[in-house]
């Protein structure tokens, strides 16, 4: 059972910038790597997604302010984020799967991740 822990979250002003990390307890295979957010009684959304060719895919509300990525030295995902605005206030979580719908570049859909971290709240104030 692959587990997955999030860090970095926390109270952030808007216009400033964060860096969350994921570690992986097993990271070998996990081909499909996310991050997704979550608002108080809305629905889990993808932010930002990475396959193990390192493709990526953002979702228009962080395209050109988010950077995805792999630390394979330290069997993490990295998520950077700048230009921080009110709405991006939300529980973000780190999802990983070994399957193989995001080879082609596709992002995937919440319910396609099997592991998930328990979360990092992250709110943004003005």
């Known amino acids: 059972q692959v587990q997955l822990m999030e860090s970095g979250g926390g109270s952030l002003q808007a216009g400033g910038s964060m860096r969350l990390s994921c570690r992986a307890s097993?990271?070998?295979?996990?081909?499909?790597m996310a991050w997704f957010r979550q608002v108080p009684g809305g629905e889990r959304e993808g932010v930002a997604f990475?396959?193990?060719?390192?493709?990526?895919q953002y979702e228009s509300f962080v395209k050109g302010r988010a950077i995805i990525s792999r630390d394979d030295a330290n069997n993490a995902l990295l998520l950077e984020m700048n230009n921080l605005q009110t709405q991006d206030t939300a529980v973000y979580y780190c999802?990983?799967?070994?399957?193989?719908?995001?080879?082609?570049?596709?992002?995937?859909?919440?319910?396609?991740?099997?592991?998930w971290g328990q979360g990092t709240t992250v709110t943004v104030s003005s």
């Open positions: 097993y990271y070998s295979y996990l081909n499909c």
């Open positions: 990475i396959n193990n060719n390192n493709n990526t």
């Open positions: 999802a990983a799967d070994h399957g193989t719908f995001c080879s082609d570049g596709g992002t995937g859909m919440a319910f396609e991740y099997r592991y």
